[in-house]
């Protein structure tokens, strides 16, 4: 009898966390394609409680604030939706944005709100600084003698390269496909690399 009521207690519980799974989720996509829809990322609770099919008290109850919902909502993206590039040598580097850019023409509108808005820049941060940590430790793991300053500024050009913006910027302005800019980008990356590490690879050639 005791051995009934803990599995039951424990399908239960399974039970009400899969439930609860999925209504965060739900809310999550609802949010997503109510950026989709917006001009501006402006998305109020009710409407976001009305596309989700929940009530206002459930929203407040799966995200508190605005920025627990921001934080899972870019979690999501990444993992889901865009994805996180695994960075484990240079070629991952590049090869990341040329994926990210593909994946990026699948969802323009969701893109472009991620790229222009202060809601898609709250969104992206974390990604980004994620993003800039496993850059770091994959881009000089073969180069040691390359100098801070040089690597500063390497990295900072790789970080305004591997960018949706860039992605953005374009698409609009040079008609180019995802394909396309993910070539044109991760060329310019290869150039960046190449001339950061001349230096060192002159250097090993000195007898």
């Known amino acids: 009898m005791w051995h009934t009521c803990v599995t039951i207690t424990y399908v239960c519980q399974m039970l009400r966390d899969e439930y609860a799974a999925q209504t965060r989720q739900r809310i999550i996509e609802a949010f997503i394609a109510l950026l989709e829809e917006s001009e501006d990322g402006s998305i109020s609770t009710s409407a976001l ?24 909502t870019a979690d999501w993206l990444n993992t889901e939706v865009f994805g996180l590039a695994s960075q484990d040598d240079t070629d991952d580097v590049v090869k990341g944005f040329q994926v ?29 600084n994620e993003l800039a940590v496993r850059r770091r430790k994959v881009l000089w793991r073969n180069t040691p003698d390359i100098s801070a300053s040089d ?28 394909k396309d800019i993910g070539a044109t980008i991760g060329w310019a990356m290869e150039l960046v690399l190449n001339e950061t590490r001349r230096p060192t690879q002159a250097g090993k050639k000195k007898p």
């Open 49 to 72: 409680a009305k596309k989700a099919g929940v009530s206002l008290r459930t929203v407040y109850r799966y995200f508190p604030s605005r920025d627990n919902l921001l934080a899972a």
């Open 151 to 178: 690597r500063l500024r390497a990295e900072a050009v790789l970080a305004c390269l591997d960018n949706v913006l860039s992605w953005l910027t374009l698409r609009e302005e040079f008609g180019m496909d995802g």
């Open 100 to 128: 990210a850019a593909g994946k990026f023409d699948s969802r323009p509108d969701l893109a472009r709100i991620l790229a222009l808005t202060r809601i898609g820049r709250s969104m992206r941060s974390t990604f980004r």
